[in-house]
């Protein structure tokens, strides 16, 4: 069979009866378009996450599973044969009801993931039934059955190699037959326990999916066309950008872009497979493609804001000369599972932030027993209310002069953890919360709106 397109649906791409028909018609236009791997229910995945967090008021939780119907039943209601697909979902719900109440007593992270899944699960019963009732040959296939990762639950990495040996097996004799509709986001391990990526870890499941089936092409539809230089929703005048490198894109996405998951493009990347990002309610506007080679690199190309940090500051004077106090800072945090993001060092203070990789949300948190071994090395001092900008572009390390252009702009801002140097491709720092908007918007205005 020859290679075909793999296209991802995020939540508001399948929010709704309506929002689903507008998926099922891009796949109908498309002929290469043969496996369809879809997000949950646009704010099904929150719903489900606060029951797993342990919902102890019965009330609530009641609340919360109705929440979880009237999403799905809409869509139901508006099917031309909706029996099996009801069986179907009811049956998922009750176990999310069951999976609730066992959560009220103790919640893990093996229970989260369990129970997040769930979103997933329901909306590809949804997606393929429409399908089917538009003509289109769609089966639902169970992403766990080829999905392997380890137990590391909210943040699982895949089995590569066990990945590719079972979508070949299994997932491409199916695509040549239907359009085959499965699931993001969600993995199991070795003894079948349904595990995650972590949130937004659909984007990455979709392209690990495209890279063990060999495709020519990775879809991925949201509810924005494309990649802009910045948030529309913070700045108004952002631009689209058609076209954009792997590098560029990553970089993006590693640092806050929320039209991409940090880890989507490693898979792409590692086999040349292009990537396009468009809107599911405005395809006809075009999106981005995502490259190994574009014909534009410019300086400046984009715009990323991350909110939620969390920076741990630690201060000793036996830093000074010494030797080995980083990689004993280090190993504390490997023991606790602690990823760390940006760091940057002085001669007795070392400074870094937290990197957000499970499905809890929020920022960070420091654990207290790893915090406790740092003390007995050195000062720690943790603050969070921070947010990352990232001004990311080409060849900054080779351009003179747009560094003075760029911290003149934010004279009037408190900087924090300026961090530049480790790649040619991007220069980021710390602000206050309530200034990150602003700064974003000064700077956009400066290097992207007036310029030639």
Known sequence: MSAFNVAKFGGTSVANFEAMSRCAELIENNPNTKLIVSS???GVTNLLVELANGVQDEKRRQVVIEQLEDIHYAVIDKLADPLATEQ???SLLKSVASAAEAASFQSSDKLTDHMVAYGERMSTHLLTQILKERGVSAVRFNIREIMRTDSAYGKAEPELDTISKLAQEKLVPLCQKHVVVTQGFIGADIEGNTTTFGRGGSDYSAALIAEAVAAEGLEIWTDVPGIYTTDPRIVPK???IPEISFSEASEMANFGAKILHPST???ALRHGIPVFVGSS????KGGTWIRQEV???PLFRALALRCNQTMITLRSPNMFQAYGFLAEVFKILAKYKISVDLI????VSVSLTLDQTNTSGGAPELPAEAQKELEELCIVEVE????????IGNNMSECKGYAKKVFSTLEDYNLRMICYGASPHNLCFLVRSNDSRRAVQDLHRELFELRE
């Open 384 to 391: 969070q209310n921070l947010c990352l900008v990232a001004l």
């Open 40 to 42: 949950a229910c646009s």
């Open 238 to 240: 952002a631009a689209p």
């Open 88 to 90: 179907a979902v009811a």
């Open 344 to 347: 940057t060092t002085s001669e």
């Open 265 to 267: 493009l490693v898979p």
């Open 295 to 297: 014909e534009s690199s």
């Open 281 to 284: 309610k405005e395809p006809e």
